[in-house]
């Protein structure tokens, strides 16, 4: 007499710990590019390339996280969120995974050593989108006590502060990106031109995790309002 | 009349044996559904569940069971039109019994979703409508109790919903959710006490013989209210605020307290559910019994013996102690995205639902009530995900049941006349 009863199978497993897990895993993944970028600066290319397998494994991971949530998550579920919102904040959340890792390649496979003038800023630039990102795991961590509170105006105000503290992140390094963007262009006709293209794609790639992470707040955002 | 004063003993003996069978089986199974939320919501071990349930079903079944076995065995026939063959009366309500415990069976089995109520409904429909005559069955009364199972889900949701938004307003969503659950919860706690004890008071003690005015019964409504909110409030004292719990997150403490009020849902549900369930199992017993007791009068002015409804009772308790507690286990596992500030809500509400249906002499699925409950805290945006297939199970349950017991008690009922005769 086994019965499974119409009791649990009304419980559907929570998307909130999962897409919390991935947002996790996808800031691991960015947190391991700085190790990477140090590294690549210093032209140590056997701790680089350490890095660099590390972070397209987290990618890997992420990237499985995303899968199985996904397919956790039929469209009878009802949640206090939609389920469009829900599965665009975890398309954003990967994309800065995918990010991290296509530009660690592209540093692995062409050596890149950005000229010293501007080196130094690229690490900090690293570091700035670093804390975009983990300003926007801190937001998505908060899903539990949103839900808890059932979303109400209190908790969503500390998330609205959240939201605040990533934009303002995102801001900077805009403005650190430009900064690297006029030191470079100042050295461009002494430097290889195919270097120089490279080095712009860097900067550019760079630059969109943190605008990842920014777009992973605002859509959460949307996603609380329902 | 002759077959019943040569085959009484015989045919009491069966009813007994067929009513402590489904009564085992709603101890089996069903008690799981009712205690599913309270044991989900990791408030109440499978432990104390069990000692809960044991208690409670008990004293539900007891106390207020007796409306709702009181319409099964004589508000869904007409028993005027057994007066000439009070037999027939007799081999339907066997033939129920034995339908809707196979019933059951079968689709625990596979899996189905099933509902005790809606077999037994359906069984003696069956054979009323069938076995003896389309105007056997009283199909007012019959509407009426379709009706309360689209009805009594849909109550249950909405109630929650108002519980769940009255806990977001006055304790969750505040400056110091923890201090104002331990002011508020001991209110919630009253509520409790005061719902399932009132139902009882007004409609189940006349079953036991025990009457009050109106007066007396509120007084003592209030009584059991106070005392369950002090036994409650002497339960909470010792809870404290814990900062290194809340780090994670923030509401732990708050839902510590809301735990001890889980306990007190638990038996309310219990309670509720023992009120309305055992009448499944003993309603047609005590049809039988009534009966072949009066020499074949029908409709005699007996009142439910106690024995009746301690059968099953007892029935009940057996069937938690031999298998219910492995699906009170199996199901509380399952259900992990529950806290006790939902479960709460939730199983409160199915509680009340249920006791006021059992009041009313309605029989309603508990488990569907439950579903109901749980959809309006998560329309009150309290859950992380629900599966609302569920909704088409229930459907489903509705339209497969009815006929299912239906035509199995039509069949058995055509072979006890093929063995006992016409």
Redesign the interface.
Known sequence: ????????????????SPLQQHMKKVHSCIKEFGVFAKAANAEDWEKAQVAQISIAQKEHKADKLKKKLRMNL?S?????FSRRDLLDVLLIQDSIANITKDLAGLMMTRHMVFPKEFAEDFINLTGLCIKTSAAALVAINEL??L?????????RKIVDQMIKKINELEHDTDIAQSKIREKLFALESNLAPVDVMFYYRAIEWLGETADAAQKVGSRFEVMLT? | MEIIANYGNVLIILAIIFGTFMAWGIGANDVANAMGTSVGSGAVTIKQAIIIAVIFEFAGAILAGGEVTATIRKGILDAALFTNEPHLLVYGMLASLLAAGMWLLIASSFGWPVSTTHSIVGAIVGFGAVGVGVDAVAWSKVFKIVISWVASPILAGVISFILFRSLQNLIIDTKHPFDNAKKYVPYYMFLVGFIVSLVTIFKGLKHVGVSFDTFTSYSLSIGVGLLVAIIGTFLIRNIHLDPDENKDFYYASMERVFGVLMIITAAAMAFAHGSNDVANAIGPLAAIYSVVESGGLIGAKSTLPIWILLVGGAGIVIGLITYGHKVIATIGTGITQLTPSRGFAATLAAAATVVIASGTGIPVSTTQVLVGAVLGVGIARGMAALDTRVINKIFLSWIVTLPAGAFMSILFFFALKGVFGA
């Open positions: 007499m086994a019965n499974k009863g119409n009791i649990t199978s009304l419980f559907g497993k929570s998307p909130i039929p009878t579920f009802m949640m206090p539990d006590e839900l808890e509170t059932a979303f109400s105006s209190r908790e329902k």
